[in-house]
């Protein structure tokens, strides 16, 4: 079992930063995908990222590609997103989640564990 917490949603205005956090619980997280959705109010949820269990491995929306990075430090447990060049688009419930399949996933469906989300505001 694998439980995930996100963490450093915020307000932040257009062309500024954050970094979000997944915190994972369980004493198998480093062999588990990570990955991280978004959804705004109206709209269907939305890929942002993926990364591999080892870390070496990652892919992006088309959306996000150039401005986030998806990182993560197995040692701790945790998730890592780093969003740069915000834009108001962005604005949504960030949500990690986990799987353990051996692929990038990037439908909500192939995942298997999933957090609670983090609210990211990104003002004009």
């Known amino acids: 079992q694998v439980q995930l917490v996100e963490f450093g949603g915020g307000l932040v205005q257009a062309g500024g930063s954050l970094r979000l956090s997944c915190a994972a619980s369980?004493?198998?997280?480093?062999?588990?995908?990570m990955g991280w959705f978004r959804q705004a109010p109206g709209k269907e949820r939305e890929f942002v990222a993926v990364?591999?269990?080892?870390?070496?491995?990652?892919y992006y929306g088309d959306s996000v590609k150039g401005r986030f990075t998806i990182s993560r430090e197995n040692a701790k447990n945790t998730l890592y997103l780093r969003m740069n060049s915000l834009k108001p688009e962005d604005t949504g419930i960030y949500s990690c989640?986990?799987?353990?399949?051996?692929?990038?996933?990037?439908?909500?469906?192939?995942?298997?564990?999933w957090g609670r989300g983090t609210q990211v505001t990104v003002s004009s």
């Open positions: 369980g004493r198998t997280f480093s062999s588990y995908s």
């Open positions: 989640a986990a799987t353990s399949r051996r692929t990038l996933p990037t439908r909500a469906y192939q995942y298997d564990y």
């Open positions: 990364i591999t269990w080892s870390g070496n491995g990652t």
